[in-house]
Structures are given as structure tokens and as C-alpha cells.
């Protein structure tokens, strides 16, 4: 749905990993729209292997979906300013001393999204959607869709009844949980060499579609997440090339499928 807006298309790959690559151009810029599965690790995997293949400067933008716990209800969508991770420790479960186990859970400190970046895509969503649409605060990002997300059910133990509470006590600003954007925005910002040595060279911002309401227990139909994907998949492109409008450094079309353009 969203390469439907690529002319041209360049290039397309399936990988065996799940991951599936559409490259082409969105009025004049190059990009690639890249489809990669569920959870931190798939995030890293993208993000670590993209950077080592692609020279030059590197904007992400992630379009997935989220389950809200602010006011934000199906149908809207919410741009991330940082995101926090929320990970089970296996300590509290799996100790053998009660006293050193901890909490069940581990919230870790918000890192911040690309300001510049971020300003472009929810400008670009609230004129698409409507500034009422579009909301914007501190994202969770869950180890697990399950467990650290503080769904609850009778075959596991979780101890997560109170980890909402705990996430807007350690996080007040929290506006949504879902599974990717603190991997995103820590890779950017830890983007700088082996040694730390230089300025990131990864700038990201995340946006997502509310698929489930976790306050008032609903979920998006079918017919209106297509909907949604479709709005907001040509705002996020048009947000990209007005945040590059020179394309000045990008990676060389020499040896790369931008050659295919010709």
C-alpha cells in the first residue's frame, strides 16, 4: 500500500529473514520502504544492517501501530518525542534470592526522537488527519506484546497487574505501548562510531496508528486501519523529502540500484 506511491519503483526483495524491501522514489528522493516484522530485535537487525549498507546521511521514520493509554482513541494517531523501554526481569521470576530479585518489571529513561524529523511528520499527519487526530508524548516500547505490556491471562505468571501504574508513575508522560521505538531512537543516538567518536549519523522519528484503545478495550476494524495506512503513509513520505529538500551527501548512484533510474 504504501509503495504504491514509489515512481519509480527500482528494486524489491523478500528476505529469507521475513523482511521485505521496496526501493524507489517519492518525488525526486530516493528511499526504500521496508517492512520488518514485530519486535526490538527485528528493529535492530534493520536499523544496525541498513546503516552498514547505506552511505551518507540516514532518516527512519517508523509507521507501525500501538495500543493507547492517554486519550488518544481508535483512528488517531500518536508521534512519539522519545520513547522508554519495558523489559521482564527474569531476576524477580527466575532468583533464587527473593531479596535480590527486584521488581518484576524494569522501566529504562526515554531517549528523545529527532526534533526536526519529528516536527515534519506530525505537521504532515495534523494536516492530513486534522491537528485533533494527532497526538504526541512518550512511547513504551515492551520486550514482549504480551507479558511487559501488562496484558493479563490465566496460563503464564506475569505479576504485571499494577506495571500500567508503574509505567505512568516512572513515565508520566506516556501516551502508548508498543514493541519497536526505543530500539529506533537509541540506535540513532548511539549512531556515533565504535568510539563515540562522531555525530550520529542515523536521525528517526516514529508514528503510530492507534489499532487498540487499552482504556476502553477496543479495536480497529480492517476496512479503517487500511484507511488510516493509506493517509498517513503519503504524509510521512512527503514529511521525508521536505526534511532532505537538497538530498546533498546521500548515497552514491554508482553501483546502487538508484542506477536503475536511468
Known amino acids: 500500500m504504501l509503495a504504491q506511491h514509489l ?9 529469507h529473514r521475513g523482511f521485505l524491501t521496496i526501493t524507489g522514489l517519492y518525488r525526486g528522493l530516493p528511499l526504500s520502504i521496508v ?30 501501530s500501538c495500543g493507547s493509554i492517554c486519550q488518544a482513541r481508535i483512528g488517531d494517531v500518536i508521534v512519539a518525542k522519545g520513547a522508554f523501554g519495558i523489559g521482564r526481569n527474569y531476576a524477580f521470576f527466575d532468583g533464587d534470592q527473593e531479596d535480590a530479585r527486584g521488581d518484576a518489571y524494569v ?36 520486550d514482549s506484546f504480551y507479558g511487559s505490556q501488562g496484558r493479563q491471562g490465566d496460563d503464564f505468571y506475569d ?4 506495571l500500567l501504574d508503574l509505567v505512568h508513575k516512572q513515565q508520566p508522560g506516556a501516551v502508548a505501548l508498543e514493541m519497536e ?60 523529502v521536505d526534511d532532505m529538500p537538497t538530498q546533498q551527501g546521500l548515497h552514491p548512484e554508482a553501483g546502487s540500484v538508484w542506477e536503475n533510474k536511468l
Open 7 to 15: 515512481d519509480p519503483v527500482l528494486f524489491e526483495h523478500a528476505s
Open 35 to 64: 517492512a520488518i516484522g514485530m519486535g526490538p530485535s527485528m528493529m535492530d537487525f534493520f536499523v544496525r544492517e541498513t546503516r552498514m549498507v547505506v552511505d551518507g546521511p540516514l532518516a527512519i521514520v517508523r509507521l507501525g
Open 107 to 142: 522501566v529504562w529513561p526515554a531517549v528523545g526522537a529527532d526534533e526536526r524529523l519529528t516536527g515534519r511528520v506530525a505537521g504532515g499527519l495534523g494536516r492530513a488527519l486534522g491537528m485533533d487526530r494527532v497526538f504526541e508524548g512518550l512511547v513504551g516500547n515492551a
Open 159 to 162: 505479576a504485571n497487574a499494577g
Open 181 to 240: 521505538c526505543h530500539v529506533l531512537f537509541h540506535l540513532a543516538k548511539a549512531s556515533t562510531g565504535s568510539r563515540n567518536q562522531r555525530p550520529a549519523s542515523v536521525r528517526a522519528a516514529c508514528a503510530l496508528m492507534v489499532f487498540a484503545d487499552r482504556a476502553g478495550n477496543q479495536f480497529i476494524g480492517p476496512e479503517t486501519s487500511r484507511q488510516m495506512v493509506k493517509t498517513a503513509a503519503r504524509a510521512i513520505l512527503d514529511a521525508l
